[in-house]
């Protein structure tokens, strides 16, 4: 057997010694780098440039968007990485910032698709690059697409009309009635309505009455059900959306706004009594600061949120338990931040 030199062998070993990199569990921006850490957000790792990082389900792939050289400011294209090679695969796709949604099987990833400013639709991305139409850019107001529990489906809405379609792009749109912004669930598809009222307060002029339903895909738009007996309380000027389901199908998780400061404000809501409970540290709404939904944790206890302007613990990337008002602070000055279907913040 043919032996290595004494140097190259304490080399090998020393290279064999160092620890692989932790498995990426969050991602966010920072600037213009797009990084990657764990479930705690430690072993922070940068692994491109660009916007808008989505993480796929299993963690192996990463979706973001990067501006189009020579284009509009507006021009992104879906850029897809391979986590592990580093390989990056530009799909032509030019999707809107905060649209990209993985399928759960982490193979596809689906987007609201920009022709121009008047004209959206709805792509499905393979992770080659190949992609598939569900609905042609033919007008504006489209919400970010969700996928079904078992990537056969996708749900969107069009100018405040809910639609649904298989996700290999066979068979026609099912409309399934009027709401904006669904969201699909262990077995049913929250989404919201709402209507724009006179407003009862000293300034008058109108206030923006919304109520979160569910719908079931199976049956259509007749089996709508209203969430709670009262409109979700913002302070008036615009809707409450569902952004994820708790695993169980028991709560919500929505960007909101706080009635008294209006300030963006991550909660949750009780799918049976429609009871809202806002996430993050007590006393944030008061000063201000700002929270979204980013992520829910695997077995639910844990929201993943990311904060402007908030206290210390709130901002950036955070964990926050769904039973009470506190933050977990996991990686400062994070934004477009999001999570596996795996993370799961250290007990």
């Not at 649209?99 to 499905?124: K, L």
């Not at 009027?178 to 309505?193: D, L, S």
């Not at 979700?232 to 959306?241: N, R």
């Amino acid at each position: 057997m043919r032996r290595l030199p004494l140097l190259a062998a304490c080399a090998l070993g020393a290279v064999l010694a160092l620890p692989a990199a932790a498995a990426a569990a969050i991602a966010y921006a920072q600037g213009g780098a797009v990084m990657v850490a764990d479930d705690a957000g430690q072993g922070a790792r940068r692994v491109a440039f660009g916007r808008a990082p989505v993480i796929a389900p299993d963690g192996a792939h990463l979706a973001l968007l990067r501006r189009v050289e020579g284009a509009a400011r507006d021009r992104l294209q879906l850029v897809l990485v391979d986590l592990a090679t580093g390989g990056e695969v530009a799909t032509g796709a030019i999707c809107r910032e905060g649209s990209v949604r993985w399928a759960p099987d982490a193979t596809r990833v689906a987007c609201v698709a920009v022709r121009n400013r008047a004209a959206e639709g709805i792509t499905v991305v393979r992770l080659d690059g190949t992609a598939r139409v569900l609905e042609a850019a033919a007008g504006s107001g489209v919400c970010a697409p969700s996928w079904a529990p078992d990537a056969t489906r996708v749900a969107w809405s069009t100018r405040g009309e809910l639609r649904v379609r298989r996700a290999d792009g066979r068979g026609a749109v099912r409309a399934l009635g009027r709401g904006w912004c669904p969201v699909w669930g262990p077995a049913r598809i929250a989404f919201e309505r709402g209507d724009y009222v006179p407003d009862e307060r000293p300034l008058g002029g109108l206030a923006y009455r919304g109520r979160l339903w569910t719908v079931d895909p199976a049956r259509g738009a007749a089996s709508a059900t209203r969430i709670g007996r009262r409109p979700i309380e913002t302070c008036g000027f615009g809707p409450s959306y569902p952004v994820l389901w708790t695993p169980d199908g028991t709560g919500i998780l929505i960007d909101t706004a706080d009635p008294a400061t209006c300030s963006p404000q991550a909660a949750r809501v009780d799918v049976a009594t429609g009871a809202v409970r806002p996430l993050g540290s007590a006393g944030q709404a008061a000063d201000g600061a700002e929270t979204s939904v980013a992520g829910i944790s695997a077995d639910g206890a844990w929201a993943l949120l990311e904060g402007y302007d908030a206290d210390e613990a709130c901002s950036g990337a955070s964990a926050a338990p769904l039973g009470r008002e506190a933050c977990r602070p996991l990686v400062g000055r994070a934004t477009a931040v999001s999570a596996t279907a795996g993370w799961q913040p250290p007990a």
